[in-house]
């Protein structure tokens, strides 16, 4: 077991660029989860993935955001014309939920901090 | 809509102390719940998961406890360390059968040496 592993660490750019970011899942893991923390507050749920499917998006995933699993293995987040208030910390995770696994706990990577400016 | 309420905000005990840390959710139709840690700029940390059908879980130092039908639960921390100074979180389901789980924003805790 390796972990959820997300890269970048660290993404400052500026303010219209596109961002993209990755993350892979422990191996054996079915869903993956993308949620984004600013300083103070929880993580806020934006999306996940069974397998390779996109099953749910948050209200908070403006059209200038697209999540992608192609292979139901590793995920990539992208933020296109990025705003300042896109500035936050965005934490990937995964958990493996099955017929037997329902209640299966979540597993976080640490996350990409991400500074627009 | 769930919320999910943590208290206190901010906790700083000395070391040795037992000390308990407060969840509530409004929406008590969920299927389990879960405590997480978070180290400054790190990642979360899963600690224990309760399933609905369960009151209580320990692991090691740390005993969690649900009561679905008041919408709360809590976490004990017995004689505690100064590498347990973290930030905790709580995480429910938003809905039954719902996979967006809701964190409450968490208490800080310090402990000193």
């Known amino acids: 077991d390796t972990g959820v592993s997300q890269d970048p660490r660290h993404k400052i750019t500026k303010r219209g660029q596109n961002v993209t970011f990755r993350c892979d899942p422990i191996?054996?893991?079915?869903?993956l989860y993308w949620y984004r923390q600013t300083l103070g507050q929880g993580p806020e749920f934006l999306t996940y993935?069974?397998?390779?499917?996109?099953?749910?998006k948050s209200r908070l995933l403006s059209d200038r955001f697209s999540a992608e699993r192609p292979k139901g293995s590793f995920s990539t987040l992208e933020i296109q014309r990025t705003e300042q208030g896109d500035s936050a910390m965005y934490l990937c995770?995964?958990?493996?939920?099955?017929?037997?696994?329902?209640?299966?706990?979540?597993?976080f990577g640490n996350g990409t901090r991400l500074t627009v400016t | 809509k769930q919320e999910v309420t943590q208290i206190p905000a901010a906790l700083s005990v000395p070391e040795g102390e037992n000390l308990v840390l407060n969840c509530s959710f409004t929406?008590?139709?969920?299927?389990?719940l879960q405590w997480f840690r978070q180290d400054p700029g790190k990642g979360l940390t899963s600690l224990l998961l309760?399933?609905?059908?369960?009151r209580e879980q320990t692991s090691g130092r740390l005993n969690a406890s649900l009561d679905k039908s008041s919408g709360r639960s809590t976490l004990y921390i017995a004689a505690s360390q100064p590498g347990d100074s973290a930030t905790y979180l709580c995480?429910?389901?938003?809905?039954?059968?719902?996979?967006?789980?809701?964190f409450g924003a968490g208490t800080r805790l310090t402990v000193k040496p």
């Open positions: 995770a995964s958990s493996l939920v099955g017929a037997s696994s329902y209640n299966s706990p979540l597993h």
């Open positions: 191996s054996e893991h079915n869903r």
């Open positions: 993935f069974q397998n390779e499917a996109q099953l749910e």
């Open positions: 929406d008590s139709a969920i299927y389990n």
């Open positions: 309760i399933q609905s059908s369960q």
């Open positions: 995480a429910v389901p938003a809905g039954y059968n719902n996979n967006d789980m809701r």
